[in-house]
T-cell receptor, first 116, second 114 residues
Framework: DTEVTQTPKHLVMGMTNKKSLKCEQH?????MYWYKQKAKKPPELMFV???????INESVPSRFSPECPNSSLLNLHLHALQPEDSALYLC???????????????FGQGTRLTVV | GEDVEQSLFLSVREGDSSVINCTYT??????LYWYKQEPGAGLQLLTY?????DMKQDQRLTVLLNKKDKHLSLRIADTQTGDSAIYFC??????????????FGKGTKLSVIP
């Protein structure tokens, strides 16, 4: 199983809503990541978890709150988002914190988020 | 920090070879990757090359690395319409405190003409 599964695939939320994005992998990877991708742009790193501990936070606003309940799951809690936060949110995992390791990082299909 | 550059567009005829180029700035980069992204989808890891290699071949894909010039290329032989997508070059870079991250190029949109 080389899949990273993200739910939901699409999400529309108001600026006062609270929602969560979920990510799951069963490859035994110990590093998991959240990326944000705007249209026609490359992915931008948001957070890195290594062995269930947050190791990198790329100065992301506090309205995005990551959580890693166990080594297979990664959540991104959203609260009081702005319309400019609308984007594709990608989860990835890799064997180590190298956002690559030897085999590279495996990405999920993403959650298309629209903030209205 | 690392800077990764790619041309934005490439158009080829079906059956021809496609060559997508990438340049990077950090000579200490150890792993270099190619990802494919189809519309509305996530990134699919296509292949990678370690910095002590010059070439890697995997079926229709050939990766060439010129470490001296910091130039990476992806050749797709016998390009098919299903190869139409955006291709991202990504370089593993050291981000301090014993950790690394991927730095992506802006992506090359490959259009295959039937």
């Amino acid at each position: 199983d080389t899949e990273v599964t993200q739910t939901p695939k699409h999400l529309v939320m108001g600026m006062t809503n609270k929602k969560s994005l979920k990510c799951e992998q069963h490859m035994g990877h110990r590093a998991m990541y959240w990326y944000k991708q705007k249209a026609k742009k490359p992915p931008e790193l948001m957070f890195v978890y290594s062995y269930e501990k947050l190791s990198i936070n790329e100065s992301v606003p506090s309205r995005f709150s990551p959580e890693c309940p166990n080594s297979s799951l990664l959540n991104l809690h959203l609260h009081a988002l702005q319309p400019e936060d609308s984007a594709l949110y990608l989860c990835a995992s890799s064997q180590d914190e190298g956002t690559g390791g030897v085999d590279g990082a495996f990405f999920g299909q993403g959650t298309r988020l629209t903030v209205v | 920090g690392e800077d990764v550059e790619q041309s934005l567009f490439l158009s080829v005829r079906e059956g021809d070879s496609s060559v997508i180029n990438c340049t990077y700035t950090d000579s200490s980069s150890t792993y270099l990757y190619w990802y494919k992204q189809e519309p509305g989808a996530g990134l699919q890891l296509l292949t990678y090359i370690f910095s002590n290699m010059d070439m890697k071949q995997d079926q229709r894909l050939t990766v060439l690395l010129n470490k001296k010039d910091k130039h990476l290329s992806l050749r797709i032989a016998d390009t098919q319409t299903g190869d139409s997508a955006i291709y991202f070059c990504a370089v593993r870079t050291f981000s301090g405190a014993g950790s690394y991250q991927l730095t992506f190029g802006k992506g090359t949109k490959l259009s295959v003409i039937p």
